[in-house]
């Protein structure tokens, strides 16, 4: 173990430097903050950092803009009219929440409550525990979050398969020869559920020494023309070229022999997977069965290999499937728990897998349909019905508190969403925006941002490429009126008569929330007081031998290769592959960009990144599908579905699969009053063409569909 420096910083005349990290995605590259009279000035890479080396990405150094931003929310809002807030002080408006939450409990009971978490509070260390204990003590019910919109599946998967949520087996990249990613785009989204800075650096690298790095994407993504090649794919059907490769390697190559000591239900894939072979599935994902199978033999006798899937394929009808089939290409070619396969990384918890165990299993009927049972690590109610929840349920939400979050613009189905917002009786958003959401709300309450409270790299436990763990003080105090979001829940809970871990606490004076942080560390003979004084420690890398006797969570010990809690979406496979196949010539499918300069809605008011023609968000065409509608570059069309409609210009491109188009996500603030530069540059909201309510996610997860949706693309007007 090793460590880097103090949390501290140093100072040079009226400026100060304070290291800390960026909160905006999983690989925390360090950062070196520039504070002058208590203001934050500059943020830039750590170049002395033991494990980024002196990378962040440019949305970890536009944290500034969105720190400095005019626009942030200052002090607590009451809403006073339409459009129309004032501000008022934090004790007027925990007394006034509680006395509303306390009339709807009275009238309706405590299933009335509902709550919807984002994105940016797995980036928060201290958000989850007085969060949980708030809505514990309510009995709130319904529990949605940004989780069913882009990770739910591997959670369920990994459940089922090695009987953990928290066990997600990362790509050797440095050791091995053939890496294989499917559905994400490194140079653009720095990965995830590996969490590693710089991975196009790590990519580059093994290309030079040889290895085979093979991007499977229906574009051609920005990584593949830094490094690596590329298989174009159909969207939404990796789930069935997965299923080809493992067939064809049963066939040809074998399966290794590790697979009989180590796995159980071997025949049950095997008679699975069979259904898939590279000829019937090449039309299916519009890869020549002849590739499928070179594909699958390479993988098989590389030396070693190694595979990750993200987002892409997350979102597509198939997720849990989808992840679980990756796992066992990995698996039945050996690869698992090997140095240049897939290994787990311990980081700073030991029980961490072991802590995933503690979770519901099982489906849980409601009137929307069957869902995943939510609860524990990673499993919420699906977002997509989250409107369903407060305008069709009997009885309804009635009351809603949102934390860090904006379903509005990101989830499926935005004037059903605009509608539910409307009709609740209280919605309570604690942000550092008033966003979209925001609108909506009877209170805002102004949570400090990511550089005004202390934190540490939590999200990464078990994902670290290089373990490690970090301390980062506040580099500024909350301006103004601002408030740690574990405080404004502990203050509410104060205010409803609930216990608090602020009771008994002297004015002035804030308690000590870092007792959960300080149990996990001692697990591996560390503490707070520790880290605080060293900032940063780094930890071996675990022995990706110890993957199944130290990590695996199934009483057997073994993986399970096709878990009996599938069969239904293994039948649900099938009926979608006939779907698939019975597709025209010149549908259209839609897929999300990602773009490096835009993090979801949040950085939409940054200023700087609305130049030039970034104005605006376009639909990505490919020549030939746009000659056939005559359609023309920078021609606005029409994009529809049976979800709604929007309007954008085009940009014609190559770098698709011919019957895939493409928009990036984030955009459609015109209603989005309260961030101006947003408001005033609004793009669409390309989720307006998102399925939503029931059947719109993958029952298995609740997983939301969002990606490979069927489009039709027309001249406006």
């Not at 934090?90 to 009335?112: K, Y």
């Not at 560390?526 to 130290?550: N, T, V």
């Not at 549908?587 to 773009?595: H, Y």
């Not at 979801?600 to 376009?618: E, F, G």
Request: proline share 6%.
């Amino acid at each position: 173990m090793s460590s880097s420096g103090s949390a501290a910083g140093a100072s040079t005349g009226s400026r100060v430097t304070r290291r800390t990290f960026c909160r905006v995605c999983e690989p925390a590259c360090g950062m070196i903050a520039t504070v002058e009279k208590g203001e934050l000035i500059r943020l830039e890479a750590d170049r002395d950092h033991p494990v980024s080396r002196g990378f962040v990405c440019n949305k970890g150094i536009y944290g500034a803009d969105v720190h400095n931003d005019p626009d942030r929310l200052d002090t607590p809002l009451k809403k006073v009219g339409p459009g129309r807030f004032e501000p008022i002080g934090w004790d007027q408006a925990v007394t006034e929440i509680a006395g509303r939450l306390a009339e709807i409990r009275s009238s309706h009971g405590a299933e009335a409550i509902g709550s919807y978490t984002g994105n940016p509070n797995a980036f928060n260390t201290l958000f989850g525990p007085s969060y949980g204990s708030f809505m514990r003590q309510l009995g709130a019910r319904y529990f949605f979050s940004s989780g069913t919109q882009d990770c739910a599946n591997k959670f369920a998967a990994s459940e089922a398969v090695f009987g953990t949520r928290t066990l997600h087996p990362l790509p050797d990249i440095d050791h091995s020869d053939f890496i294989l990613i499917v559905g994400e785009n490194p140079a653009v989204s720095h990965m995830s559920f590996v969490s590693i800075p710089n991975p196009m650096a790590h990519l580059k690298a093994a290309v030079e020494r040889g290895a085979r790095v093979l991007y499977v994407n229906p574009r051609r993504i920005e990584s593949a023309s830094i490094a690596g090649e590329l298989l174009k794919i159909r969207p939404d059907t990796d789930v069935y070229l997965f299923a080809a490769l493992i067939h064809e390697i049963d066939r040809t190559v074998g399966f290794h022999e590790s697979v009989q000591v180590r796995g159980e239900r071997i025949d049950e894939l095997r008679r699975f997977v069979a259904d898939y072979p590279p000829e019937r599935v090449a039309a299916v994902t519009g890869i020549p069965a002849a590739e499928i199978r070179e594909l699958a033999r390479a993988f098989a006798t590389a030396p070693t290999a190694c595979a990750h899937m993200s987002t892409g394929v997350n979102m597509g009808r198939q997720g849990t499937l989808a992840y679980w089939l990756l796992q066992m290409l990995v698996f039945v070619t050996g690869n698992l728990g090997r140095r240049g396969g897939n290994f787990y990384s311990l980081g700073f918890y030991e029980r961490s897998t072991a802590a995933g165990r503690a979770a519901p299993e099982g489906m849980l009927d409601t009137p929307f349909g069957e869902v995943r049972k939510p609860g524990g690590v990673g499993i919420s109610l699906p977002g997509n019905l989250l409107a369903s929840y407060v305008t069709e349920l009997d009885p309804p939400i009635r009351a809603l508190f949102v934390s860090s979050g904006n379903p509005v613009l990101s989830i499926g189905g935005e004037a059903h969403l605009r509608k539910a917002m409307e009709s609740l009786e209280l919605l309570v958003c604690v942000d550092i925006y008033r966003n979209a959401t925001g609108e909506y709300a009877d209170y805002l309450l102004p949570a400090a941002g990511a550089f005004e409270r202390e934190d540490i790299n939590f999200a990464g436990i078990g994902l670290q490429f290089e373990p490690s763990v970090q301390f980062t003080e506040a580099v500024v105090p909350p301006a103004h009126d601002r408030k740690p979001d574990w405080w404004i829940y502990e203050r509410l809970c104060q205010a409803m008569g609930f216990d608090s871990a602020l009771d008994g606490v002297p004015e002035g004076e804030l308690p000590d929330m870092w007792g959960r942080v300080n149990a996990m560390l001692r697990s591996r003979g560390h503490d707070m007081a520790e880290l605080r004084a060293r900032g940063i420690i780094a930890f071996e890398r675990s022995d990706p031998e110890d993957f199944y006797d130290r990590y695996l969570q199934r009483d057997t010990q073994m993986v399970d290769c096709c878990p009996e809690s599938f069969a239904q979406a293994m039948d649900r496979m099938a009926g979608l592959f006939e779907e698939e196949a019975s597709r025209g010539a010149t549908d259209l499918k839609l897929i999300t960009k990602r773009d490096a300069y835009m993090f979801n809605s949040w950085y939409a008011n940054v200023a700087k990144l609305k130049t030039k023609d970034r104005d605006r968000n376009y639909l990505y065409m490919h020549p030939e599908d746009a000659e056939v509608r005559q359609i023309r570059e920078g021609a606005t069309v029409r994009i529809e579905n049976d979800q709604g409609a929007i309007a954008a210009p085009v940009k014609l491109t190559d770098d698709l699969m011919p019957g895939v188009v493409a928009m990036s996500h984030g955009w459609g603030q015109a209603q989005s009053a309260g961030m101006n530069v947003a408001n005033a540059a609004p793009g669409v909201n390309c989720n307006v063409l998102l399925p939503s309510g029931p059947g719109s996610y993958e029952p298995l997860s609740n997983q939301a569909h969002m990606t490979g949706i069927p489009v039709q693309v027309s001249l406006e007007g």
